[in-house]
């Protein structure tokens, strides 16, 4: 099986700042990396495909870039509306998700 | 708009079954272009992968919970279902059903169900 690991845990960011988060695969796997942002009660969204493809409609703050075992997901400038949970998601064998990172106002 | 919804008990005894469906609107679950999966999350916990169908009833299962699931997919209603055998309370979570495409992650989600293991 492969096993994500994300870090941090959580992070605490102010609005404006530039915020990165990093993914590890325990093999590798390619380009075939998701992330999602989940916010409390709701379901995940689909932010990043195929490790650095913005899904429509997503702002371009977000991006993603990596291949490998390696990614992460880049927010350029954090807004209001990004604090959230952020979670991987390998796709090249079945189908595992990161721990997640809890993006927290600092 | 695609729209998914699941429905079922919120709440079941250990050992027995928990069932859900899934009912997809907007959309046919017949198109050779998607899989349709099950997610769960714990609460306060992470996203886990349960397991994944195509319109044809070819299934992909997460090792770890194979020997308990069962998925299955009535064209005729648009809709796909979960069976989970000999539940304990580590299954109590939200289960979120979902859609991808053959090389793409899960673009569609429902709003998830919470199903509750207790006696």
């Known amino acids: 099986d492969i096993q994500m690991t994300q870090s941090p845990s959580t992070l605490s960011a102010s609005v404006g700042d530039r915020v990165t988060i990093t993914c590890r695969a325990s093999?590798?796997?390619?380009?075939?990396l998701a992330w999602y942002q989940q916010k409390p009660g709701k379901a995940p969204k689909l932010l990043i495909y195929k490790a650095s493809s913005l899904e429509s409609g997503v702002p371009s703050r977000f991006s993603g870039s990596g291949s490998g075992t390696e990614f992460t997901l880049t927010i350029s400038s954090l807004q209001p509306d990004d604090f959230a949970t952020y979670y991987c998601?390998?796709?090249?064998?079945?189908?595992?998700f990161g721990q997640g990172t809890k993006v927290e106002i600092k | 708009q695609l729209q998914l919804q699941e429905s079922g008990p919120g709440l079941v005894k250990p050992s027995e079954t928990l069932s859900l469906t899934c009912t997809v609107s907007?959309?046919?679950?017949?198109?050779?272009?998607?899989?349709w999966g099950w997610i769960r999350q714990p609460p306060g916990k992470g996203l886990e992968w349960i397991g994944s169908?195509?319109?044809?009833?070819?299934?992909y299962y997460n090792p770890s919970l194979k020997s308990r699931v069962t998925i299955s997919v009535d064209t005729s209603k648009n809709q796909f279902s979960l069976k989970l055998s000999s539940v304990t309370a580590a299954d109590t979570a939200v289960y979120y059903c979902a859609r991808r495409g053959l090389d793409y992650p899960f673009d569609y989600w429902g709003q998830g169900t919470l199903v509750t293991v207790s006696s």
């Open positions: 998601q390998q796709y090249n064998s079945y189908w595992a």
């Open positions: 093999q590798t796997i390619s380009a075939w």
């Open positions: 907007g959309g046919s679950i017949s198109s050779s272009s998607y899989y």
């Open positions: 169908i195509f319109y044809s009833g070819s299934t």
